[in-house]
């Protein structure tokens, strides 16, 4: 055991509360969720920051001791990487991820160069017992996630969205949605159901006037598999859902076709049946058509309105509402417009006031 300062802590170790000082041990579990200590052996002009505990993106250079946790990544657009089975200190390792995911790197993604990488220093240590310096290695999360979690919507309407492939406006289109739900006085709740670790979607919701919000990363989860989506998405509706939103928003990060268990999510009867209106983000028409054919042929689903790119301007919207039959709106120039037709869909009142005008009337 040995002591550091750390220069940079990352989100996914959110829940832990640490200081820069730290306790490190030589004995490295090589689990998904054990936080490490590394580092940086590289410096990058790309790709180059890690989302801190606060949700600030700060730089990263060569030298840093920065802290992440062990886990996987299987992304379309970015560094792919598993799990190492074995690890002693000095050790090289790679960034995966800008939220401090931590582990083997098997594919480099040419947009933004080599990844990060860094030497191991050792464990991070926590001391549970009280009076005792006995370590034990610390995880990302705090809640234990339950592989045989039901789900309990208690009859709050659930909207959800899916993507046909990362960066399809998946962000964007929720916290247009929670923002105008919220200006319509009801109080929203939303998650983000899959993907690597990283809170800035779910940040970008509360700013977006979400009441909480939640992650996977919460259950000790850092990277989602077809294995443990479906019961954390069960287990954050259920939680979520206890303290009665007018409605949930959650985003299922990734595509339709991916890695991270977005089609196991789809395929969960309990979940589908919680949802009360599917919104689908789209990059081009193209991508609309086939998403709305696969949400049909495998899952039984259709969408209730598209957006994303695909809707970027007047020829995607028309092409998507004339070939598809469904209304299509873009989230950043529409987004009123979104909100209002999944409000419709969810059953909620949209009256044109926000909660000041509530407050003055």
């Known amino acids: 055991m040995k002591t550091i300062i750390a220069d940079k802590i990352a989100s996914v170790a959110q829940h832990r509360g640490l200081k820069r000082k730290l306790q490190v041990s030589a004995e490295i579990p090589c689990e998904e969720g054990v936080l490490l200590a590394i580092r940086i052996l590289n410096s990058k002009s790309s790709y180059n920051t890690l989302e801190l505990t606060s949700g600030r993106m700060a730089k990263v250079r060569r030298g840093d001791i920065i802290v992440g946790a062990l886990g996987h990544r299987k992304a379309l657009f970015g560094y792919s990487g598993h799990l190492p089975t074995q690890l002693s200190p000095g050790d090289t390792v790679q960034v995966l991820n800008i939220g401090g995911v931590i582990g083997i790197c098997d594919s480099v993604n040419a947009n933004f160069g080599p990844p990060f990488d860094a030497e191991v220093l050792g464990t991070v240590l926590e001391f549970p017992y009280l009076g005792e310096r006995i370590g034990v290695p610390a995880r990302a999360g705090t809640d234990q996630l339950e592989m045989n979690a039901s789900v309990d919507t208690q009859a709050v309407p659930v909207v959800v969205l899916a993507g046909t492939s990362m960066d399809s406006g998946k962000t964007a289109a929720a916290s247009a949605i929670v923002s105008r739900l919220r200006h319509h006085g009801h109080t929203v709740d939303a998650f983000k159901a899959t993907g690597v670790s990283l809170r800035r979607d779910i940040l970008a919701m509360e700013d977006a006037g979400a ?25 954050m509706l259920t939680q979520l859902a206890a303290d009665k939103p007018d409605v949930i928003v959650f985003e299922l990060g990734d595509g339709l076709l991916g890695a991270y268990g977005v089609e196991a999510i789809l395929k969960d009867e309990g979940i589908r049946s919680a949802i009360t209106c599917l919104v689908l983000c789209a990059n081009d028409p193209v991508a609309a058509w086939g998403g709305v054919k696969l949400l049909h042929d495998e899952f039984a689903l259709r969408p209730d309105v598209v957006t994303g790119p695909a809707t970027d301007n007047l020829v995607g919207t028309n092409l998507i509402t004339d070939r598809l039959g469904l209304p299509a709106f873009n989230a950043i120039t529409h987004g009123t417009e979104l909100g209002d037709t999944v409000a419709k869909v969810v059953d909620l009142q949209v009256d044109g006031k926000n909660d000041l005008d509530r407050k003055s009337s």
């Open 211 to 235: 009441r909480q919000t939640a992650i996977f990363t919460d259950f000790g989860v850092v990277t989602t598999t077809e294995e443990n989506g479906p019961p954390v998405t069960r287990m």
